[in-house]
């Protein structure tokens, strides 16, 4: 009878706080989601490297070599490449697939899928070629950032679905598009040039 009560009043507490103060409590869970999504990525790489280093069948046969020119259209070609592969949690997001359980799992597996296997690609490079390829990466910290931020809607979205707001949503492509952006220009401007 007691647990009710506490139950019940809890319930009533938490519907009195509104979307409001959920929402300000939730800038902290979608950093630490962010964070969390950005070590499972670079984990994914360290491990996939590793595997590589031992096994270099593994990795791409194609020794690394300079394809890119500095300009705009690079920059613009590459981000807007990286930023198709980073909608998926997002469009799982505006197609309220977290609403039911099967959906979720569904949603899971997809942006999973997606941001793991590109981390494992790069890994399984980078294991291959390790230092010839280390100066073609010195964007990939901010493009897991960005990878991370979407995955980070997702998750957020899918843990609380009732009160994931636009608001929030909006931040999250706002802060993917951002990383993406500065992503691809250091990719284009940074790395060795074709000639």
């Known amino acids: 009878m007691a647990a009710a009560e506490l139950t019940s009043s809890r319930t009533a507490r938490e ?9 300000a409590a939730q800038p902290g869970r979608d950093l630490r989601a962010t964070w969390l999504c950005w070590v499972a990525l670079s984990a994914a790489t360290a ?3 590793v595997a590589a280093i031992v096994w270099p069948a593994l990795g791409p046969a194609a020794r690394p070599h300079a394809t890119l020119h500095p300009s705009a259209g690079a920059v613009a070609s590459i981000g807007l490449n990286n930023l198709r592969v980073l909608a998926a949690p997002f469009i799982l997001v505006a197609a309220r697939f977290e609403s039911a359980r099967g959906s979720r799992l569904a949603g899971d597996a997809i942006v999973a899928a997606i941001l793991v296997g590109n981390a494992i690609a ?7 070629w390790r230092g010839a390829l280390i100066s073609f990466v010195p ?57």
């Open 15 to 23: 519907s009195d706080l509104g979307e409001a103060d959920c929402g």
């Open 47 to 49: 491990l996939a490297a």
């Open 122 to 128: 790069v890994g399984l490079a980078l294991g291959r």
């Open 139 to 195: 964007q990939l910290p901010i493009e897991y950032l960005a990878a991370a931020t979407a995955a980070a809607a997702w998750l957020g979205a899918r843990r609380r679905a009732r009160l994931y707001g636009p608001r929030i949503a909006v931040l999250n492509v706002a802060a993917t598009i951002a990383l993406t952006a500065a992503a691809a220009a250091i990719e284009v401007l940074l790395t060795p040039h074709a000639r």
